[in-house]
């Protein structure tokens, strides 16, 4: 089962001017942004990336720049892949509006208390619903894929949005898409989730600096391999650790 991490993109304008940038476009990282993703890309050097792949989005995409701009301990990292399921809720009629505004409107009360239920108004506005569906998906079919192609032990990273990260994460915990908004996703920061056969595993949440070293791939011969296969099953008691 490889390692996902989910990671937000860093700080941006938008961001600072309490707007919701949505898919608008030419929304970039503010100075600070760029600072925090440099930042996590000399967190995550000493992982072995198999894969980056990243929401469409002009503030995710300068984000994964910055992750492959720092070499891994074996060398260039991967080019990220666009992926556009993994792109920004689709805000609708609420996009670029200011968030102390949006507040005052009546869905704002639904998207706090009953998101699952909560489609953003327009002809282009989107489900959190139907979100949470197509960034599941997406993640999982290119967590299969990295698994096909780099092994079970594999490292990979999404480089995404804080409501989308917050929706997979409920997906991997089990809990309904209404209690997500008790999840948190802070700019450039990651959370760490591998995907089981029987259930995924939620390792870390919403980590803006700790060591990340931890996660990358251990070294053993093939008997020691046979023995430690990864498993569905939790361990009881809580285990050693990493």
Not at 10 to 23: D, E, H, M, S
Not at 55 to 63: A, F, I, V
Not at 92 to 115: F, I, M, N, Y
């Amino acid at each position: 089962m490889p390692t996902l991490l989910l990671v937000r993109h860093g700080r941006t304008t938008a961001n600072t001017a309490g707007v919701l940038a949505g898919w608008t476009p030419g929304v970039r990282l503010d100075e600070h942004g760029e600072q925090q993703a440099a930042a996590l890309a000399t967190r995550l050097a000493p992982l072995p990336l198999a894969a980056v792949v990243t929401s469409p989005l002009e503030r995710c995409r300068q984000t994964a720049e910055a992750l492959g701009a720092v070499p891994g301990p074996d060398g260039p990292r991967p080019a990220a892949v666009v992926e556009d399921r993994l792109g920004e809720v689709r805000y609708g009629d609420w996009t670029g509006r200011e968030l102390k505004s949006l507040a005052r409107e009546p869905l704002w009360k639904t998207v706090q208390a009953h998101p699952s239920a909560a489609v953003f108004p327009g002809a282009d506005g989107e489900g959190l619903a139907a979100m949470q569906h197509r960034a599941v998906a997406a993640v999982r079919e290119h967590d299969a894929r990295v698994a096909a192609e780099h092994g079970e032990d594999a490292v990979w990273v999404a480089v995404t949005h804080g409501d989308v990260i917050k929706a997979l994460l409920a997906d991997a915990l089990g809990m309904h898409l209404d209690l997500f908004q008790r999840l948190t996703a802070d700019p450039c920061s990651v959370s760490v989730v591998r995907y089981a056969p029987l259930r995924p595993f939620v390792l870390r949440t919403n980590d803006s600096g700790g060591d990340l070293a931890g996660f990358a791939p251990r070294r053993r011969g093939r008997r020691r391999a046979a023995r430690t296969a990864p498993s569905s099953d939790a361990v009881v008691g809580g285990g050693a650790g990493a």
